[in-house]
Each structure stands twice: as C-alpha cells, then as structure tokens.
C-alpha cells in the first residue's frame, strides 16, 4: 500500500432512512484523514465527491419491493465510472460514504481491473438481502448481495454485466444482526463469515490471520468495505443501524494493523457515518483512525 492514493466521497444517503450519511465523506475529512495520511508520507489525491441523486421517494415499490431504485442505480453508476477511472490512472482508490449502497458501485468500478476479486465485508451486517426479503426495503441492505449476483437486475448489471465478486471471495466479519433469508443465502452460497460469537471464541488474531491466508491465496486483489456500525456502538454512535456488541476500537484497530502488514488490500472504503447522529464527530475521527492504521501508522 505505499502507491498513492485517490479520495472519493461517496455521499449516496437514499438507501437507508436516516439523514445525514450523505455528510459523511466531509465529516471525515474534517477529522484530519488527509493531514494524518500525509504524515505517513503518503501522496493524496482528493477527487472530492461525486455527484448522486439526493431524493427519492423513499416509498417501498410494489413491483421490486425496494425503495428509491432509479435515484441509488444512477448514483452507483457514478461511483462505478469514477473509481475505475481513478484506479486506471494507477491510484490506490479510498471512497469515502455514503451509506453501504455505495458498494454496489465502487466494486463494480473495481471489478473492471480483476479477474478474481476478493472482499473483506467488516460490518454488524451481512448486507445480503434483496426485495423479496428485506424486512426494510433499503438498499443499503442488499449491496453485498447485488455484487455477488443476487437481486434486482438493476442491481447485479450496475457497471457492467453479471456478478461482481465470487462468493467464495468474500469474508464477512463482525456479524451479529443476521435476516433469516440473509442466511440462507450465506448457506447457499458457502460465504465465509465470523459472527461476533466466532470473534469472541477464536479471538481477532486468528480471525484476521485466517481471512487474510484465505483471500491471498485464491484471489487477484482484495476490497475493504468497512461499515462503521460493524464496530461497537460505544465507538461509533454516529450511525443509523448500531448492533449492540461489536469488536471493540481495539480489535478493529488490531484488524486494521493485521491488514496493513499483509499488504492484501487493493481498494478501501468506509460507510455509514452519518455526522447528525454522532456525538462531536466521534465516529468520523474513529474511522480515521482505523484508515491511518490500515495506512501504516503505527502507536511507536
Ligand atoms: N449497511 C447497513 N448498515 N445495513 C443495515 C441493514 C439492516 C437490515 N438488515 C436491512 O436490510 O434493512
Ligand atoms: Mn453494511
Ligand atoms: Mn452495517
């Protein structure tokens, strides 16, 4: 990871209910990431942050069951377009949500540079649901699912046709709030994942040691799609679907130092922080920490 580095804010919030994630990308940003990153003599490109439909309907459509599809697919399509251009110029692409939709559109913009991308899914949910069984209808829900192939056609050829990510390619880690179709598809699709019961009894260095031997072993570049609300509330107030007992700071910022030495990742992306929930911009300052971690800056 010492290429340099291209910024892009994502700031799609139509996908979840709340207000307030699309300020995400700027919440960060005042929390110093481009200062911190320089200081690990890392060159920063900042793209700023790409334009996306910020209103919708926000009713739950009888057809597709799903809410505001039209206004999320074109935003992701922009998300997609830009990634891939700033990845083709050689950069080491950041994107900043932006609720956890985005997803659908940085990894089919990345898909254009791999044949056998792999996905590290750190968060309290799998996001795999589709409109036939979200209990919600948000399509922040259903991204994990669209980019293995599964969902609203829309959804799955966004960027380009078919799926994105081989489900053997991915690792979800930190899950505890689970829909029961979202299970299924876990099963069906034999997704690797570590619940917060498997961290608690393997402990997060074997988790993260055993993703990464996984992920470096059968794949051609490796994606972080990091939710903030996949660590624990206590840290990361700021964010419209906390699940009570996650990875604490300190074991996510361990994960993130595990990542950094294995020199794995190939893109990166944090979501969900949404700067009207939060308290003083803890959560914006939390992410940061975890991205200057995975960026090689170290406590000695
Ligand atoms: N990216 C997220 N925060 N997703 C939360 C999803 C919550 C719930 N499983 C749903 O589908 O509605
Ligand atoms: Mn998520
Ligand atoms: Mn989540």
Do not use: C
């Not at 829900?141 to 056609?153: K, N, R, T, V």
């Amino acid at each position: 990871m010492n290429q340099k580095l291209g910024i892009i804010g994502a700031p799609i919030t139509i996908a979840q209910p709340n207000m307030g994630v699309d300020l995400g990308p700027d919440a960060i940003r005042h929390a110093d990431l481009v200062e911190r990153l320089k200081n690990l003599k890392i060159t920063i490109n900042d793209y700023g942050n790409v334009s996306v439909p910020m209103t919708g309907t926000n009713q739950i459509d009888p057809e597709t069951s799903l809410k505001n599809l039209n206004e999320v697919s074109q935003g992701n399509e922009n998300i997609a377009e830009k990634v891939k251009e700033i990845k083709s110029k050689g950069d080491f692409p950041l994107i900043l949500g932006g609720d956890h939709s985005i997803a659908i559109g940085t990894i089919a913009g990345l898909h254009h540079h791999y044949q056998n991308m792999g996905v590290i899914w750190y968060d309290a949910h799998p996001d795999l649901n589709t409109g036939q069984i979200s209990p919600s209808g948000n399509i922040h829900g259903m991204s994990l699912a669209a980019s293995i192939g599964i969902g609203h056609d829309r959804l799955i050829n966004l960027g380009g046709k078919g799926p994105k990510v081989d489900p053997k390619n991915v690792v979800i880690i930190g899950a505890r709030s689970i829909d029961e179709g979202e299970k299924e598809i876990i099963r069906e699709n034999g997704i690797k994942v570590f619940t917060m019961h498997d961290i608690d009894r393997l402990g997060m260095d074997y988790v993260m040691k055993n993703s990464i031997e996984y992920l470096e072993e059968q794949t051609d570049g490796v994606h972080l799609s990091l939710d903030v609300d996949g660590i624990d509330p206590a840290h990361t107030p700021g964010t419209g679907t906390p699940v009570e007992g996650g990875p604490s700071y300190r074991e996510t910022r361990y994960a993130m130092q595990l990542l950094h030495e294995s020199d794995l990742l190939t893109s990166v992306e944090v979501v969900e922080v949404n700067p009207l929930l939060d308290n003083q911009n803890k959560t914006a300052e939390v992410a940061v920490d975890m991205l200057t971690t995975l960026f090689g800056e170290k406590y000695l």
